[in-house]
């Protein structure tokens, strides 16, 4: 859905609320914008607000939410809002957005140590990036977020398979960069085991 068509379906307080919430946010107030945000859709006599609300409005709230709870180190509560996403909503958000849903639903898998989950999560963002957005920035940094998962919490024969894969993916598409980062990885593996 474009803005223009965002701006003339949803109504105007529940525009200017998710702004502020935004706005919150981008200046670093990240408890802030959570609790603007968690009350978006109650007006004044604490009732849920129900009309001209799409389902990409409900998705975008709920994932800035996330957001929220992961800059304030909420990982399990952001995971929460993340699974509920996945399950109903997530196929609601633009291209753009689903792929960062995923990248930052694996990161969240990732800080709570949940690294078969968070790999299946990746493995969309990859998806995303390199079908559908055609995005070899974007690609990277989903391999780079995938080894320093498995580097922290020393997930070995992962990582050593993983940096392996990204490699050699590097060597079959030209991608220096990639190539670099897989490498490092490995690197940093030998140091860390000794």
Same mark, same amino acid.
């Given at each position: 859905m474009s803005e223009n068509q965002l701006h003339s379906t949803i109504p105007s307080i529940l525009l200017s609320r998710f702004d502020e919430a935004a706005n919150l946010a981008n200046n670093g107030k990240p408890g802030e914008a959570l609790e603007k945000y968690q009350n978006i859709f109650t007006d004044e006599n604490g009732k849920k607000i129900k009309s001209g609300i799409t389902g990409e409005f409900i998705a975008t709230v709920e994932l800035r939410k996330a957001y929220c709870l992961m800059d304030l180190q909420k990982y399990q509560e952001a995971k929460d809002i993340f699974a509920a996403l996945d399950k109903f909503f997530a196929g609601q958000l633009d291209t753009i957005a689903l792929y960062d849903f995923y990248l930052s639903y694996g990161n969240t898998l990732g800080n709570l140590g949940l690294l078969g989950e968070m790999e299946d !999560? /990746? @493995? !969309? @963002? /990859?998806?995303? @990036?390199?079908?559908?957005?055609?995005?070899?920035?974007?690609f990277r940094k989903v391999w780079y977020w995938v080894l320093h998962w498995e580097l922290l919490h020393q997930a070995w024969n992962m990582l050593s398979e993983h940096s392996d894969s990204a490699y050699h993916f590097g060597i079959e598409n030209y991608d220096l960069q990639l190539k670099m980062i897989a490498l490092e990885f490995q690197r940093l593996a030998k140091e860390k085991r000794g």
């Open positions: !999560r /990746m @493995a !969309r @963002a /990859m998806n995303i @990036a390199s079908e559908y957005l055609h995005d070899k920035d974007k």
